[in-house]
């Protein structure tokens, strides 16, 4: 392609020196006419093959432009992609965070049903007590004498019943009264193999009251 320039600009300056003067020779013009002719269709065709390449360019550089266009695309898809992973990633977190708290309540629940249910059975099976040791025992850390001493002695029997009820014992309420002075004598009883106790709450003490028939530890078993 230089060269092809470089020949039509030599032609360019060499005809007008062959043409000076009018004694030129016909050969001699029809010789630069010609060169003339033919630099100006290489020019053509150089110009031509110009076109052609600065088209093919053109082209191509649409095509990169198109390939750039699509390629933001797929890095702006990855972005949002790459968002959305987070975010799941976020939320099975908060998920599994908040199955972890739920078996932790589930467990606890457990448990605590499990408690309530030997607290329903006792309540639901009680027993008498099995010996005057087990009746002091109990008794020692009841603080029904110390918690209600400000409750009369009637009150204070039904509260030291129901707890020890509560408990799985049976330690109903017993009341004698003075028909002669209609004084009423309040306690619970205890039944303790054959014999019968008399348990005051106001102080935890005890003593028997009489030997009776023996009772089975469990009046009424569960099914």
């Not at 099995?130 to 002695?153: G, K, N």
């Amino acid at each position: 392609m230089r060269k092809r320039w470089l020949l039509v600009g030599l032609v360019f300056l060499l005809v007008p020196w062959l043409l000076v003067g009018c004694g030129v020779a016909q050969e001699v013009y029809d010789t630069a006419v010609s060169g003339l002719d033919k630099a100006q269709q290489e020019l053509q065709s150089a110009k031509a093959e110009w076109e052609v390449a600065q088209a093919k360019l053109e082209a191509m550089q649409a095509t990169l432009e198109a390939a750039q266009a699509e390629l933001n695309a797929i890095q702006a898809d990855l972005a949002a992609s790459a968002e959305s992973v987070s975010t799941v990633e976020t939320d099975l977190e908060t998920a599994n965070t908040e199955i972890g708290n739920l078996q932790a309540d589930v467990k606890t629940q457990q448990t605590l049903n499990l408690a309530l249910s030997g607290e329903l059975k006792k309540v639901k099976d009680p027993r008498h007590f099995e010996s005057v040791a087990e009746l002091v025992d109990w008794l020692y850390q009841d603080d029904t004498d110390t918690r209600y001493a400000s409750e009369d002695a009637a009150i204070m029997c039904y509260i030291l019943q129901v707890r020890a009820l509560r408990d799985g014992y049976l330690l109903p309420v017993d009341v004698d009264v003075d028909m002669e002075t209609g004084t009423n004598y309040w306690s619970n009883s205890a039944m303790i193999g054959g014999s019968l106790y008399w348990v005051y709450p106001w102080d935890d003490t005890y003593e028997w009251a009489n030997d009776t028939q023996q009772t089975p530890s469990h009046p009424l078993p569960l099914d």
